[in-house]
């Protein structure tokens, strides 16, 4: 299996369009539930290291669940 992607709080508050804080807070509760984990390194355009997250098999697991779900139920709407 590939790498994970990693991405910084900064990157991930951008491209789901939320705040830092917001991002900040959900992380702390996916952390402690074990679905992500972070490094600290060298973010491109930044000058100091960074955090950068990633899912654990435990968040990948969970994030392909949430996915199938949302596909099942885009299907049943558009039948309804």
């Known amino acids: 299996m590939p790498p994970m992607p990693r991405l910084t709080q900064e990157g991930i508050a951008e491209k789901l ?3 830092r804080q ?3 807070s ?3 509760k996916l952390k402690a539930e074990r679905q992500v ?4 390194t060298h973010a ?3 000058r100091t290291k960074r955090k950068a997250f ?5 968040g990948i697991t969970r994030a ?3 996915r199938e779900r949302a596909e099942t139920e885009r ?6």
Do not use: I
């Not at 990633?54 to 435990?58: E, G, I, N, R, V």
């Open 75 to 80: 299907g049943c709407a558009a039948l309804g």
């Open 54 to 58: 990633y899912l654990t098999q435990k």
């Open 37 to 40: 984990e972070f490094e600290v």
């Open 17 to 19: 369009g939320k705040s």
């Open 44 to 46: 491109p355009m930044a």
């Open 26 to 28: 959900e992380l702390r």
């Open 64 to 66: 392909m669940q949430l």
């Open 22 to 24: 917001h991002v900040a």
